[in-house]
């Protein structure tokens, strides 16, 4: 019988990846992740794996994910950028863990309860969408490596998430970033000592036109906040000079994107193919047309005919073709 290490919260998503993987004959071993959870809810992951009848332990990755997520979420917004913790984290902690403690145990096969698929093309593993298009998590699952792809076993990629919710009586789910714990964010980052120091808000002329109260209170699009006019939004954001920098929701239009930490499965393919797209948000609206793309320094420049709206530095930028995540980046200017 094969074995499956699968990341376990005691969730409905997780709960019911236990079921298919159990249905499908693996033996199942459940991995909770305690980066920053309470109580409960270990006492209830713990419970619901024994209800399934599967094997259940507790990792402690509370040290990893404060260095590698929460520092980095907290660093992010003071430098200006705006960050993305959900993919860094299912890169650098969920899945990487998976895989390690995979290794340790002898375990063949690693799973989630993610909504996404793997499919191979040309000796290559691709994260690749989710039957349920509303329930899709692909975006987030872009820095995945090919050492964890060719691991994975993805039971919740045909599963419509809809159909899910009917077989649970408590249908709640964790929603946002969970180590926020639904404070707003600039609290958050107040309490872990990031100042907020008062600065300009200016236009794009460079002249004076308000007052800011902390430029990581801020991100790319934000009409709503201390300082702002009616019809301005935040178009930049200058930690250099701890300056907000304001205008019309046209100047939110990019035609052009950069980025650098990228992660691509064929760079050959991402250079040469002429039908790939764009996204820079997980929910909201994408660029739809085609874009075009070529080296730039250490990363890559995009250029799409349909304007992108409002990217931030910081923000993940995926590349598809179809269905198939082909890689991704960071973003770090535009224009």
Same mark, same amino acid.
């Given at each position: 019988m094969s074995s499956v290490l699968l990341g376990f919260s005691g969730g409905i998503d997780?709960?019911?990846?236990?079921?298919?993987?159990?249905? *499908? $004959?693996?033996?199942v071993v459940a991995i909770t992740i305690d980066t920053m959870l309470s109580d409960a809810t270990i006492e209830r992951?713990?419970?619901?794996?024994?209800?399934?009848g599967i094997e259940w332990y507790l990792y402690d990755g509370r040290e990893?994910?404060?260095?590698?997520? %929460? @520092?980095?979420? &907290?660093? *992010?917004?003071?430098?200006?950028? !705006?960050p993305a913790p959900c993919t860094r984290c299912n890169t650098l902690i969920k899945w990487q863990i998976l895989l390690e403690e995979a290794e340790r145990l002898g375990i063949e096969h690693i799973a989630t309860g993610?909504?996404?698929? =793997?499919?191979?093309? @040309?000796?290559?593993?691709?994260v690749t969408k989710g039957v349920d298009a509303t329930k899709d998590q692909s975006y987030y699952l872009w820095g995945l490596s090919q050492e964890v792809l060719r691991r994975a076993i993805t039971p919740m990629g045909e599963t419509i998430k809809r159909e899910v919710k009917e077989n649970f009586v408590d249908k709640s789910e964790s929603m946002g970033i969970c180590f926020l714990e639904g404070r707003?964010?600039?609290e958050f980052l107040n309490d872990r000592g990031i100042a907020m120091q008062c600065g300009d808000i200016v236009n794009e002329c460079g002249e004076i036109c $308000? &007052?800011? @109260? $902390?430029?990581?209170?801020? !991100?790319? $699009?934000?009409?709503?906040?201390?300082?702002?006019?009616?019809?301005m939004r935040v178009i930049d954001i200058d930690a250099s000079k701890n300056r907000i920098i304001v205008g019309p929701a046209t100047s939110l239009y990019k035609h052009t994107l950069h980025i650098n930490n990228a992660n691509i499965v064929d760079i050959n393919e991402l250079l040469t193919a002429d039908d790939i797209t764009i996204k820079i948000r997980g929910i909201g609206v994408n660029p739809e047309q085609p874009v075009s793309i070529e080296r730039w320094e250490d990363g890559f420049m995009i250029h799409t005919p349909d304007a992108a709206y409002a990217p931030a530095k910081g923000q993940p930028l995926v590349f598809y073709r179809g269905e198939? %995540? =082909?890689?991704?980046? =960071? %973003? %770090?200017?535009? @224009?």
């Open positions: 997780s709960t019911t990846a236990a079921e298919h993987l159990k249905g *499908e $004959g693996y033996r992951a713990k419970h619901r794996a024994e209800e399934l990893r994910f404060e260095r590698d997520i %929460v @520092n980095y979420f &907290c660093q *992010e917004y003071a430098t200006g950028r !705006t993610h909504y996404f698929r =793997i499919t191979k093309h @040309n000796d290559r593993y691709y707003p964010y600039a $308000g &007052c800011h @109260n $902390g430029i990581a209170r801020y !991100t790319i $699009g934000q009409k709503r906040g201390e300082g702002l006019k009616d019809g198939r %995540v =082909i890689g991704g980046g =960071i %973003v %770090v200017g535009f @224009n």
